[in-house]
T-cell receptor, first 112, second 113 residues
Framework: QKEVEQNSGPLSVPEGAIASLNCTYS??????FFWYRQYSGKSPELIMS????GDKEDGRFTAQLNKASQYVSLLIRDSQPSDSATYLC????????????FGPGTSLSVIP | DTGVSQDPRHKITKRGQNVTFRCDPI?????LYWYRQTLGQGPEFLTY????????KSRLLSDRFSAERPKGSFSTLEIQRTEQGDSAMYLC???????????FGQGTRLTVV
């Protein structure tokens, strides 16, 4: 079992819709979770971090965490064509829980 | 610019040659990571440092790969006897300490011909 899993997509949504991106992780002890956005040919850019169960909102982005289910999600409201990118879920794992591991990413396409 | 800096941005090398990449982390960031990313995949963990100490090296990494972080500042990643399968984007990231957000440099794209 991979440490971090995501639906590979591609996920296509119309402009203005809500995009929902999902991530599961295997290490029940993980406490820190991140979402990165990566445009084609560019390096990953941090967009959200979440550490506690529940929702965390930042503008059009909402991260949701459920540690019991080992599940993290990212919702993008009012999706824009500029949101078209690959979204990477990252989890802190390791013996000392200090190493950042990434999922394979989900490709999102927002259709005008 | 106080972000993570990587050099070079692009490197084309012949199979069998050695290459070295450099990463300058955000100042005061103690943690430094190296990742490799191929098309359509997420960043694959290679190794990480806490100051000058290398904490872990991925067991998927062959002995041709080595990394250093002398004096806990910049880091270098060397690949010896490059193979075509080494062609990828090599990403460096740094964080203030463990278990916190990591910030990436622009990456070094390696092409082995």
């Amino acid at each position: 079992q991979k440490e971090v899993e995501q639906n590979s997509g591609p996920l296509s949504v119309p402009e203005g819709a809500i995009a929902s991106l999902n991530c599961t992780y295997s290490d029940r002890g993980s406490q820190s979770f991140f979402w990165y956005r990566q445009y084609s040919g560019k390096s990953p850019e941090l967009i959200m971090s979440i550490y506690s169960n529940g929702d965390k909102e930042d503008g059009r982005f909402t991260a949701q965490l459920n540690k019991a289910s080992q599940y993290v999600s990212l919702l993008i409201r009012d999706s824009q064509p500029s949101d078209s990118a690959t979204y990477l879920c990252a989890v802190i794992v390791g013996t000392s829980y200090d190493k950042v591991i990434f999922g394979p990413g989900t490709s999102l396409s927002v259709i005008p | 610019d106080t972000g993570v800096s990587q050099d070079p941005r692009h490197k084309i090398t012949k199979r069998g040659q050695n290459v070295t990449f450099r990463c300058d982390p955000i100042s005061e960031h103690n943690r430094l990571y190296w990742y490799r990313q191929t098309l359509g995949q997420g960043p694959e963990f290679l190794t990480y440092f806490q100051n000058e100490a290398q904490l872990e090296k991925s067991r998927l990494l062959s002995d041709r790969f080595s990394a250093e972080r002398p004096k806990g500042s910049f880091s270098t990643l060397e690949i010896q006897r490059t193979e075509q399968g080494d062609s990828a984007m090599y990403l460096c990231a740094s964080s203030l300490r463990g278990a916190t957000e990591a910030f990436f440099g622009q990456g070094t794209r390696l092409t082995v011909v």
